[in-house]
Each structure stands twice: as C-alpha cells, then as structure tokens.
C-alpha cells in the first residue's frame, strides 16, 4: 500500500534521515525499532505529512505521492497515533473521539460501537475528559480516535510507553486484530522488544537516522535482532 524509498529530511541544517526504505501493507505489521534519537518519531511525522521530506520517493498503492500535507494524508486513509497521545485534556472522552471525524464524509461520522468493544474502558469513561484518564486509558483513547477515521494505514508510536502491563497486552490484542482483518497496514514504532517481535511481520531497526538492518520476519533471527538493539544500547 505504501512504498517509501531513499527517504531524508532535514530540520534547518540537520539532516535526521539518511535514505531509509520502508512498505507497508495489508495484513501486516512493520516495526521500526532503535534508541531514543535515531529518528523513528520523525520517520512517522514524515509519513504522516507531519514533515516534508527532503529527498526520496513515496508511493500509495503503486501511485506516485507528492507533497502531501497531514490533513491530505489523513484524507486518503492514514491514521496516526502520536508519541505523548495528543488526547484534548478539557474534551470528553465521546468528544476526543469525535475530533477523528474531520476526515470522513458526513454520512460517515459516527463512533462505531466495535471501537468500545475493543476498549470497553471508554464505555465507562465516555463522559469523562481526557485529561482526567489515566495514561493506559489515554493511550486507548489515541488508537481509538485514529482508529474513527477508518484508516487504511495506522501509524503507531510507541503505544507501550508508560503502559501496565494489562493494557500491554490488550493493545496488543486489538493490533493483532487489525492486522489479522487484512485489510490495513500497521507500522509501529516500538522499544519493549518481546512485544514488537510477537506482533511485527517486518522490522526495520535504526541508529542515527540510517537504517541498520532490516527484513522481513522471516529472513531475520530474533537472537540477531535483540543483540543489535541491544548492543547499540549499550555502546
């Protein structure tokens, strides 16, 4: 669905990204993994329209993507959950949600109840704000207004950060899900590796904006994974 290739951007005289490759498609998870600083929430605002890149090429199903702006990658089906959540403090948790429909026809705009079936927790706290939430509650709140706009790629940064274990696993859960339906792509930016390499199909691990290895699932040994992450952390 999306195929990125030779990437780079600059903040001012900066360069942060040096010629990464990434797809993503249906059916499928691509993790970006790495320290703090390489560049992975960079990565995903450039995907996102968030930042222009400053070199390199991006398709969407095989077509040709200029420069999009944020709003006009949300529009043709990109969802993004940011690092930190971005939840509207002074909104309900029903008015959080409804902020995802500024991209959708108006016949569309609606909070599908599976989204509650998925995080049962925003039933309870629908009429409470966002600020008033816990950071696991706040993170469910995130996927699940990314999620109203009906995306066919979902960006992911770092859903783990801050999380107990029990919504861990039930995030987990509802990725898998997602993945498993086909029809969406998922790139998650991720550091808590047991939880990146159960879910991801693809991985892409950087350091210094550079991508350091990267393959498929199958072509990669987790032992060779964990040591790289692991080793760049400790250098």
């Known amino acids: 669905m999306l195929e990125a290739t030779n990437l780079t951007l600059h903040y001012g005289g900066s360069q942060i990204l040096h010629g ?4 993503a498609r249906p059916g499928a998870v691509t993790c970006v993994m790495g320290n703090n600083g390489v560049g992975k929430t960079s990565l995903m605002n ?6 222009p890149r400053s070199g390199g090429e ?14 006009g990658m949300a529009r043709m089906g990109v969802g993004y959950v940011p690092q930190g959540r971005a939840i509207f403090p002074m909104l309900t948790v029903r008015e ?43 993170q469910q709140l995130a996927i699940a207004r990314a999620l109203i706009t009906k995306p066919k790629l979902l ?27 086909g029809d969406m792509a998922i790139v998650l930016v991720e550091q808590f590796f047991d939880f990146a390499w159960d879910l991801g199909d693809a991985f892409l691990v950087m350091e ?12 990669l040994r987790r032992e060779d994974l964990h040591a790289r992450l692991a080793g760049h952390a400790a250098a």
Do not use: Y
């Not at 783990?160 to 987990?172: F, H, K, S, Y």
């Open 20 to 23: 990464i490759d990434i797809a």
């Open 46 to 51: 450039l995907l996102a329209g968030r930042h």
């Open 58 to 71: 991006m398709a969407w199903d095989g077509r040709p993507l200029g420069r999009m702006t944020a709003q």
């Open 96 to 138: 959080n949600l409804e902020t995802g429909f500024a991209c959708l026809p108006r016949a569309e705009r609606r909070v599908p109840e599976e989204l509650f079936e998925s995080f049962p927790v925003l039933t309870e706290m629908a009429h409470r704000r966002g600020g008033d939430l816990s950071g696991g509650q706040q």
């Open 155 to 181: 960006l992911l940064d770092e859903p783990t950060e801050g999380i107990q274990p029990n919504i861990i696993a039930q995030i987990g859960r509802v990725i898998a899900g997602l993945r498993d339906r």
């Open 208 to 219: 210094r904006g550079r991508a350091v290895m990267q393959g498929p699932k199958a072509h």
